[in-house]
């Protein structure tokens, strides 16, 4: 049985809230110790880059993707001659993505590329109805108008299928939805979700669809009479809860258990205390922001660990643990030597806030400015490309 969500009061970590200690910071080894999952060690990133020929992405080089549940078993499988499928997935509760939300995309498309298998992404439009209170179409128009910026990532259309809830569950999905909610008593969904007596039983209810995407049936379309088929699911550790209820049903229902690729939070620029917040648009910057806007919220906004004072700062050097620009860099500034340097010489005072800051802004303005124009190519009719359920003949291809 895999352990439940007991996390300790201090710090809280759920699919629908995150904070941190006191404001300090999240304690990511006392979160792996708690969910039960493993860190993803130095060897595991050497194996993707010898199975894959490929070099690790950023965010596997840089620990971004720190915790995993049986991903040394699947490359194990892999390495057998055996296929795998991806998952990922976003709610969409927001008009405009931000670049936390990104994160999991750039990863998810660069293991498609380099293992070339396919992918369902699953838009979980009803989730967000019953928790954003937003109606059933507000909800279906946030999950198109998010699914371009998705695709806007690069996705081959080739290997993966999009899918809402609102339009995809029934079915085999559906079958498998039951086959999991039988295995899964009260008592234990709500001590996996934290769920009380003022929560509806749309939100009880709600676990197996995200849950039923795991198993390859649920796809007949995609991968009939393929049920032995692995599935791997990069995500943010925040939904380790669903995939370890996820995990504890699979054997129960014929299935092999989903393997997790887990991620910690992309930090708001106030500070690494969770994740960030939809409601505060300073605390993040988003996919729609103008360069003018990425200037000033990194000038103005992005918490500095630099001193006081030049003349301190000379003296004393940057505190690189709270500073948010060299966290971003570390995200998105794929030149390890170049971001070596810069952490060097900002730790050691040779390099002032404001230098590094502008080197923060020409590269999140670049990031930035080129998503604009690839979600701009999107259109409606790619759009119903990824979401039209068909066949997927060349995905392992």
């Given at each position: 049985?895999?352990?439940?969500n007991?996390?300790?009061?201090?710090?809280i970590?759920?699919p629908?809230?995150?904070?941190?200690?006191?404001g300090?910071?999240i304690?990511?080894?006392k979160l792996?110790?708690?969910?039960?999952c493993?860190?993803?060690?130095?060897?595991l990133?050497?194996?993707v880059?010898?199975?894959?020929?490929?070099?690790p992405?950023?965010f596997l080089?840089r620990?971004v993707?720190?915790?995993?549940?049986?991903?040394?078993?699947?490359l194990?499988a892999?390495e057998?001659?055996e296929?795998?499928?991806?998952?990922?997935?976003?709610g969409?509760s927001?008009e405009?993505?931000h670049?936390g939300?990104l994160?999991?995309?750039?990863f998810?498309?660069y293991?498609?590329?380099?293992?070339?298998?396919?992918?369902v992404?699953?838009?979980?439009d009803?989730e967000k109805?019953m928790w954003k209170?937003?109606?059933v179409?507000?909800?279906?128009r946030l999950?198109?108008e998010?699914a371009?910026?998705?695709?806007a990532?690069?996705f081959d259309?080739?290997?993966t299928f999009?899918?809402?809830?609102?339009?995809?569950v029934?079915g085999s999905?559906?079958?498998n939805?039951?086959?999991?909610a039988?295995?899964?008593?009260?008592?234990?969904?709500?001590?996996?979700f934290?769920?009380?007596?003022?929560?509806h039983?749309g939100?009880?209810?709600?676990p197996?669809?995200?849950?039923a995407?795991?198993?390859?049936?649920?796809f007949p379309h995609?991968?009939?009479e393929?049920?032995?088929?692995r599935?791997?699911?990069?995500?943010?550790?925040?939904?380790?809860p669903?995939?370890?209820?996820?995990?504890?049903?699979?054997?129960?229902?014929?299935?092999?258990?989903?393997?997790?690729?887990?991620?910690?939070?992309?930090?708001?620029?106030?500070?690494?205390?969770?994740?960030?917040?939809?409601?505060?648009p300073n605390?993040?910057?988003y996919?729609t922001?103008s360069?003018?806007?990425?200037k000033?919220?990194?000038?103005?906004?992005a918490?500095s660990?630099g001193q006081?004072?030049?003349?301190n700062?000379?003296?004393?050097?940057?505190?690189?643990?709270v500073?948010i620009?060299?966290k971003?860099l570390?995200?998105?500034l794929?030149?390890?030597?170049?971001?070596?340097?810069?952490?060097?010489?900002?730790?050691?005072?040779?390099l002032?806030t404001?230098?590094?800051k502008?080197?923060?802004?020409?590269?999140?303005?670049?990031?930035?400015?080129?998503?604009?124009r690839a979600?701009?190519?999107?259109t409606?009719?790619?759009?119903?490309?990824?979401?039209a359920?068909?066949?997927l003949?060349?995905?392992?291809?």
């Open positions: 049985m895999e352990q439940n007991q996390v300790e009061e201090e710090q970590v759920t629908w809230e995150v904070s941190a200690e006191k300090g910071k304690d990511y080894d792996i110790d708690k969910f039960g493993q860190r993803l060690d130095q060897s990133v050497d194996r880059a010898r199975l894959t020929g490929r070099p992405h950023v080089r620990g993707f720190f915790a995993h549940r049986d991903f040394s078993d699947l194990d892999y057998r001659g296929k795998f499928y991806l998952y990922t997935g976003r969409p927001s405009a993505l670049l939300h994160v999991p995309f750039m998810t498309k293991l498609q590329d380099a293992f070339k298998v396919p992918l992404i699953q838009l979980t009803d109805c209170n937003l109606t179409e507000e909800s279906q999950a198109r998010n371009k910026d998705i695709i990532c690069g259309v080739s290997r999009i899918f809402s809830d609102f339009d995809y029934g999905f559906y079958k939805m039951v086959k999991i039988k295995c899964v008593t009260y008592n234990k969904v709500v001590g996996i934290g769920f009380s007596g003022e929560d039983i939100k009880v209810s709600f197996p669809v995200q849950a995407p795991s198993f390859p049936s649920s995609l991968f009939s393929k049920d032995n088929l599935c791997l699911i990069p995500c943010a550790i925040d939904q380790d669903y995939f370890r209820m996820t995990r504890d049903v699979a054997p129960r229902i014929g299935y092999h258990k989903p393997a997790l690729i887990e991620s910690s939070f992309f930090p708001a620029l106030q500070g690494d205390t969770g994740k960030m917040s939809a409601s505060d605390s993040a910057i996919v922001d360069a003018k806007d990425i000033n919220k990194v000038n103005r906004y918490f660990g006081d004072s030049v003349e700062h000379r003296k004393y050097g940057a505190n690189l643990e500073d620009p060299i971003y570390g995200f998105f794929d030149d390890d030597a170049e971001l070596e340097h810069i952490r060097t010489e900002y730790g050691a005072g040779r002032l404001g230098e590094v502008k080197r923060l802004v020409d590269l999140l303005t670049d990031l930035v400015e080129t998503h604009k979600r701009a190519a999107v409606d009719e790619m759009v119903d490309a990824f979401m359920v068909r066949p003949p060349n995905m392992f291809s």
